[in-house]
């Protein structure tokens, strides 16, 4: 059964809540039923604990080093943190990593859903931005090792740019294989 499955088999997230303040803490997990989730509260101890769950809401009138490392911490979940005293450097590092944040203390009527949302898209949205920096940076690695295969050739060969690109396209072709995986293998063989 994952977090996010009641027994009865209906679909409630669970969220893990952790406040420096023991009423905040009730308070966002009575709003965490409200908008019909399940809420856990975490003590300072637990909060750094890995657990499977839905998402993490913090509120904190100090902003300590195990609340840095617990929202930085655990990036596959949806984190808001409502706090009204961080420094700039902190909540771009915050933000950065994936944390939703909200600049006031959590309130009795404060709509976490919509907190939830945002964090969620946050989250979603640097995922997307890793996953294709990770792209740009294979292709870039890709193209260095084509450049350095096609030079090799060049220099052992005295073939021109020209020819020694189409010589590397055309092997490739005929073995079925990615110029990159070629120009890998080419090198190996020739020693860089």
């Known amino acids: ?3 996010s499955t009641m027994q009865s088999g209906a679909s409630r997230s669970l969220l893990l809540v952790h406040a420096d303040d023991p009423v905040q803490a009730n308070r966002l997990a009575a709003l965490c039923s409200h908008y019909g ?3 856990r509260i975490l003590d300072r101890h637990a909060l750094l604990r890995e657990e ?4 993490l809401l913090v509120s904190c ?3 300590s080093a195990d609340i840095r490392l617990a ?3 655990r990036p596959a979940l949806a984190r808001v943190l409502f706090c009204s005293r961080l ?6 590092a915050l933000l950065a990593s994936g944390v939703w944040l909200v600049p006031h203390g959590c309130g ?3 709509r976490i859903e919509s907190w939830l949302t945002l964090a969620r898209q946050l989250q979603q949205m640097l995922a997307e931005g890793a996953q294709r920096e990770q792209a740009l940076e294979q292709k870039l690695e890709e193209r260095r090792l084509v450049e350095q295969a096609k030079g090799q050739l060049m220099r052992q060969h005295g073939l ?3 020819a020694a690109y189409r010589l590397l396209r055309r092997t490739a072709m005929d073995q079925g294989k990615s110029l990159a995986t070629l120009a890998r293998q080419l090198l190996l063989v020739m020693g860089r």
Do not use: I, N, V
């Open 1 to 3: 059964m994952t977090p």
């Open 37 to 39: 989730h399940r809420a």
């Open 52 to 55: 499977a769950a839905d998402g």
């Open 61 to 63: 009138r100090r902003y």
């Open 71 to 73: 929202l930085t911490g």
């Open 87 to 92: 420094g700039a450097a902190e909540q771009e």
């Open 108 to 110: 009795e009527q404060e």
């Open 160 to 162: 021109d740019e020209e």
